[in-house]
């Protein structure tokens, strides 16, 4: 039987590499027809999907406890609170450059002695 198309789907969603994937196709469609007895029913299909689908997951939780940084759940990800930093500078440097334009206009008009007219 063929492979089915969502195979590299699950393999992705599980993080495992194709090849794996199409490994554990073939072990899962090889146990589904033993019980089954057949390879061209709907009972086998659903067998093989259901038993891929349980292997793939096991071996997923297999590759992510091999995955050593996945492990280390206490190393904070600090490149957002980095942007949050340079936003908050950028908006507090905009917002001092628009009072002193502010300030330095009334300024030239409070000295000439002419109103501004807003």
Known sequence: MKAPKILPWIARKDGITDQLALNLWRRAAGEAEEMSGCCNSSDYYRLAVSRFIELADEEGEKCAKRDPLARIAIIPSIGWMLREQNRFWQVNLLATQ?????????????????????
């Open 98 to 118: 628009k009072a002193c334009r502010f300030w330095l206009s009334n300024l030239k008009y409070l000295v000439s002695g002419q109103k501004l007219v807003v």
